[in-house]
T-cell receptor, first 113, second 114 residues
Framework: GDSVTQMEGPVTLSEEAFLTINCTYT??????LFWYVQYPGEGLQLLLK?????DKGSNKGFEATYRKETTSFHLEKGSVQVSDSAVYFC????????????FGKGTRLSVIA | GAGVSQTPSNKVTEKGKYVELRCDPISGHTALYWYRQSLGQGPEFLIY????????DSGLPNDRFFAVRPEGSVSTLKIQRTERGDSAVYLC????????????FGPGTRLTVL
């Protein structure tokens, strides 16, 4: 079945450091890919998405590129802030029919000043 | 406008009891999803409604779990004879329709079964 694997956390970075959180997927066909973020005490929020190969999703300085050849959707940010501390979830959704999201286990990011 | 709301935010119950968890989706959203998130894990799909009908209930773990959405808006997830392993955060999400990519999540209900 469909699955998402993302790097284990926690990840601790200093402010202004470069961030990469790896995400790879297994799916039939060509799913849509997502990054969701969960800030402390809040619900899941969509951060960015990409619906086809080579698409780049971006939001709030975060970027991720849909790489079909490596089945990956790694999340990057050039300069993290303390306010980026959260749990990040990679997810996919098959494009055939009405299907739910399949999530990775999440990666906790802590950014220290 | 208002986002997805869920009540209660926390529920503590004893093993064997019955619980109901409520989800109020964004107004006008026809698709509604329930997920369960255990500690240290990502959300796992339980059931999906399109309008009033359950379009996909393949994620429900067993027949103790049941969900309804009688008027195509508010949904209730019902768990009978709760077990300690049911302890988790239950998340609800809605989207404009089943084809829409973007799901909007509620804050969740944390269920603890003692």
């Amino acid at each position: 079945g469909d699955s998402v694997t993302q790097m284990e956390g926690p990840v601790t970075l200093s402010e202004e450091a470069f961030l990469t959180i790896n995400c790879t997927y297994t799916a039939t066909g060509y799913p849509s890919l997502f990054w969701y973020v969960q800030y402390p005490g809040e619900g899941l929020q969509l951060l960015l998405k990409a619906t086809k190969a080579d698409d780049k999703g971006s939001n709030k300085g975060f970027e991720a590129t849909y790489r079909k050849e490596t089945t990956s959707f790694h999340l990057e940010k050039g300069s993290v802030q303390v306010s980026d501390s959260a749990v990040y979830f990679c997810a996919l959704r098959r494009n055939s029919g009405n299907t739910p999201l399949v999530f990775g286990k999440g990666t906790r990011l802590s950014v220290i000043a | 406008g208002a986002g997805v709301s869920q009540t209660p935010s926390n529920k503590v119950t004893e093993k064997g009891k019955y619980v109901e968890l409520r989800c109020d989706p964004i107004s006008g959203h026809t698709a509604l999803y329930w997920y369960r998130q255990s500690l240290g894990q990502g959300p796992e799909f339980l059931i999906y409604f399109q309008g009033t009908g359950a379009a996909d209930d393949s994620g429900l773990p067993n027949d103790r779990f049941f969900a309804v959405r009688p008027e195509g808006s508010v949904s209730t997830l019902k768990i009978q004879r709760t077990e300690r392993g049911d302890s988790a955060v239950y998340l609800c999400a809605s989207s404009l329709d089943g084809a829409s990519d973007t799901q909007y999540f509620g804050p969740g209900t944390r269920l603890t079964v003692l």
